[in-house]
C-alpha cells in the first residue's frame, strides 16, 4: 500500500503508561474511505491506537499523520482544534453530556467548536438524529435514553463535527444484544457511504462483514493485517489462530 | 407568656435596629456567598490547568482559610487592612473614614473563607466527573477553557450542589460574627438592643427565630435549585 496515499498514517508509534509498554511499535495505514477493524486481546492496546491518531493520549516515539496534520508533533488543544474537527469519536461508555438533550449534545461542539451558525447546525443535528432513526427523542436527556439511543445519540454527535475519520472505541461493548444490532446498523450504513472508519471491536461477525481490512494486535504489536476473509479463515500467525479460536 | 416580656419590641427604634440588622446580614451573607462562588470555581478551574505552582497556591489559600476560625479570619482582617492607612474622606460629613469598612472588611474575610471551602466543593465535582467525559469533549475539539466552562462546571456544579448548601448555610451562619468588628447586621443590634433592655433572652430568642427562618429560605430555595437543574433521568432528575 502507498503510504504517501493514505488518509492516516502511523509509523512505529510506541507509548507507554509509566513502565507498561502499551504500544511496542505500531505501523498502519488507512485509505481514505476504507472500514479498517482492530481486534485483539483485552489490554492489547486496541483503544490506545484510537487514542493516539486523534491526539487524547500523547505518543512517546514515533510518526502519526491525519491527512495534513502532523499529529506526534502537536503539544496543545489549540493546535489540534482543526484535527478534532476532521477526526471525531465514538466511546465505550458513550459519554453523552447529561446536562444538554439529545439535540443539543450534537449541537455544542460544531456552534461552541467550530464556530457554525446555529440554525444551519440545528438542521443538520435534525438530520442526523433521523438519520439515527431517533428524531422523537431530540428533547430527551442523555439519562433517559437507552444505552443503545445513546449510542446513536452520539454517533449523531461524532457525525455532526463533519469529520473524515469517525473513530469507534469498542462501541457496541457496554450494550445489551438487542439494541447492539441497532448500533451496527447504523455504523453499517456509514461505512457503506464511504467514511473513513476505524473501528475497535469484540464482534468479530460485524468486523468481519463490514471492514475491508482486520488488523490484530497482542502486547502492543499489530501481529496480523489482512483481509477479513483471509485473517478468520486464514490466520497466518499462531497468535491470531489462538485468540481467534478462542473468541469464535 | 412564660414570663418573657416583649413589650420593648413594640418601640419603633428597636424595629428599626431589627429590620437594619436583618438587611445587612442579607447584603454581607449576599454578597460574601457571591463571591465564595466565583472564587470557588475560578479556584477548581486553576486546578484543572494542573500547572505546578498554581496548584501550590491555592492548596495553600485553601489550607490556610479552611483551617483557621472565621473570627480569627475576620479579625485579621479588620486590624491589617483597616490600618494599611487607606482613608477617604466621607463626602457627606466631611470626616476621613479609612477605604475599607468594617462591612467590606468582613466581606472580605467571608468572602476568602467561604471561597476556599467552595473550591474543595467545587474540585471534589470536578474529580468525580468520569474521566471519559473530558476525552469526549477533548475529542470535539473543546479547548480548557471552553470545555471547564460549558462542560465540566455545569456537570461538577450539580454534582456539589448539596456540599455547596452546607458552604452556603455555614456562611449565612458565620456572617453573625462580623458583629465583634462593629458590623451592623443583626447579631451587633441583638446585643444592643439587649443591652439596652436587659432582655438577653427574649432577644436571643428572636434572633434565633429570625435565623432560622432566613437560613430556612436559603436551604429551600438551594433544594428547589438542585431539583431544578438534576440531571433528567438520574437522581432527582427522574
Known amino acids: 500500500m502507498n503510504r504517501i496515499d493514505a488518509l492516516i498514517e502511523l509509523d512505529n ?42 491526539g487524547l493520549i500523547p505518543v512517546d516515539k514515533g510518526f502519526v499523520r491525519v491527512g495534513a496534520h502532523r499529529v506526534h508533533e502537536m503539544k496543545s488543544e489549540r493546535q489540534m482544534r482543526a484535527l478534532r474537527h476532521q477526526v471525531a469519536m465514538v466511546f465505550q461508555q458513550y459519554n453523552l453530556f447529561p446536562h444538554r438533550t439529545a439535540l443539543e449534545n450534537i449541537m455544542m461542539a460544531p456552534i461552541q467548536v467550530l464556530g457554525h451558525d446555529r440554525a444551519e447546525v440545528e438542521e443538520r443535528a435534525r438530520k442526523l438524529l433521523k438519520k439515527v432513526r431517533l428524531s422523537e427523542k431530540a428533547d430527551s436527556y442523555p439519562g433517559q435514553l437507552s444505552g443503545g439511543q445513546q449510542q446513536r445519540v452520539a454517533i449523531a454527535r461524532a457525525l455532526a463535527m463533519q469529520p473524515d475519520v469517525i473513530l ?47 488488523c490484530f494486535t497482542d502486547h502492543g504489536l499489530i501481529v496480523e493485517s489482512a483481509p477479513p476473509a483471509e485473517l478468520f479463515d486464514n490466520p497466518r500467525d499462531p497468535r491470531t489462530r489462538e485468540f481467534l479460536g478462542q473468541v469464535l | 407568656m412564660f414570663g418573657l ?27 460574601s456567598s457571591s463571591v465564595a462562588i466565583l472564587i470557588g470555581m475560578l479556584g477548581a478551574f486553576g486546578l484543572t490547568l494542573r500547572i505546578f505552582w498554581l496548584d501550590a497556591l491555592i492548596e495553600l489559600f485553601v489550607e490556610v482559610f479552611r483551617n483557621t476560625p472565621p473570627l480569627l479570619q475576620m479579625l485579621f482582617a479588620y486590624f491589617t487592612l483597616s490600618s494599611l492607612g487607606l482613608r477617604v474622606t466621607d463626602p457627606s460629613t466631611g470626616l476621613s473614614v479609612p477605604l475599607l469598612s468594617a462591612f467590606a472588611c468582613a466581606a472580605i474575610s467571608l468572602s476568602l473563607f467561604g471561597g476556599a471551602l467552595a473550591i474543595e466543593a467545587f474540585r471534589s465535582g ?26 465540566e462546571a455545569p456537570i461538577a456544579t450539580r454534582i456539589c450542589l448539596p456540599a455547596l448548601t452546607n458552604i452556603l448555610t455555614n456562611l449565612f451562619k458565620t456572617t ?10 443583626l ?33 429551600f430555595a438551594m433544594a428547589r435549585l ?5 440531571f433528567p433521568g438520574y437522581g432527582r432528575g427522574h
Open chain 2, 176 to 185: 453573625s460574627q462580623a458583629s465583634v468588628i462593629t458590623v451592623p447586621e
Open chain 2, 5 to 31: 416580656d416583649y413589650s420593648w419590641l413594640a418601640d419603633p427604634a428597636y424595629q428599626q435596629w431589627l429590620l437594619t440588622g436583618v438587611i445587612n446580614t442579607l447584603k454581607l451573607a449576599t454578597l
Open chain 1, 168 to 214: 469507534f472505541d469498542e462501541v457496541t461493548a457496554a450494550l445489551d444484544p438487542e439494541t447492539v444490532k441497532d448500533v451496527l446498523f447504523a455504523i453499517r450504513e456509514l461505512v457503506e457511504e464511504g467514511l473513513t472508519c476505524i473501528l475497535v471491536t469484540h464482534e468479530m461477525k460485524f468486523a468481519r462483514d463490514v471492514s475491508q481490512r482486520v
Open chain 2, 126 to 151: 470536578i474529580e468525580t466527573m468520569p474521566r471519559s467525559i473530558i476525552d469526549a469533549a477533548r475529542s470535539l475539539g473543546y479547548g480548557r477553557w471552553a470545555r471547564f466552562w460549558r462542560i
Open chain 1, 13 to 54: 508509534v510506541r507509548k507507554s503508561f509509566g513502565d507498561v509498554p502499551v504500544l511496542k511499535g505500531i505501523s498502519m495505514f488507512v485509505q481514505k474511505g476504507e472500514a479498517v477493524c482492530i481486534i485483539g486481546p483485552s489490554g492489547s492496546g486496541k483503544s490506545t491506537i484510537l487514542r493516539c491518531i486523534n
Open chain 2, 187 to 219: 447579631m451587633y443590634y441583638a446585643g444592643q438592643i439587649y443591652n439596652d433592655t436587659f432582655r438577653t433572652l427574649e432577644v436571643m430568642i428572636l434572633v434565633l427565630l429570625i435565623y432560622v427562618v432566613l437560613v430556612s429560605i436559603l436551604t
Open chain 2, 226 to 230: 438542585e431539583a431544578f437543574m438534576a
